[in-house]
Nanobody, 121 residues
Framework: QVQLVESGGGLVQPGGSLRLSCAAS????????MGWYRQAPGKQRELVAT???????NYADSVKGRFTIARDNAKNTVVLQMNSLKPEDTAVYYC???????????????WGQGTQVTVSS
């Protein structure tokens, strides 16, 4: 089994910053793509940012220039640095990863439980 655990969410004022972290644990051989998604009330889950095993990144237009995604392969973690936060960034943020297990060679997709980010107005 593989688990993804997010941390770092909370309440922040507009213009403030938050740093979300996601730690993967379990019988992990390699993590391929990792990413962050978010879902606001009444909206579908949307991609925020992704990063490949070779550190190629992709960002949603709405966060480009404000958010930065990075990964630490040695620690099996991915972080999302969020700056210049806006009220419209309020959502539950979910970590996502494609993981090859140490014993099962199939690559499976995993989701974290989500962490709430609230940007007050």
């Amino acid at each position: 089994q593989v688990q993804l655990v997010e941390s770092g969410g909370g309440l922040v004022q507009p213009g403030g910053s938050l740093r979300l972290s996601c730690a993967a644990s379990g019988s992990i051989f390699r993590i391929n793509n990792m990413g962050w998604y978010r879902q606001a009330p009444g909206k579908q889950r949307e991609l925020v940012a992704t990063i490949t095993s070779s550190d190629s990144t992709n960002y949603a237009d709405s966060v480009k220039g404000r958010f930065t995604i990075a990964r630490d392969n040695a620690k099996n973690t991915v972080v999302l640095q969020m700056n210049s936060l806006k009220p419209e960034d309020t959502a539950v943020y979910y970590c996502n990863a494609d993981v090859r297990g140490r014993y099962f060679q199939s690559v499976l997709n995993y989701w974290g439980q989500g962490t709430q980010v609230t940007v007050s107005s």
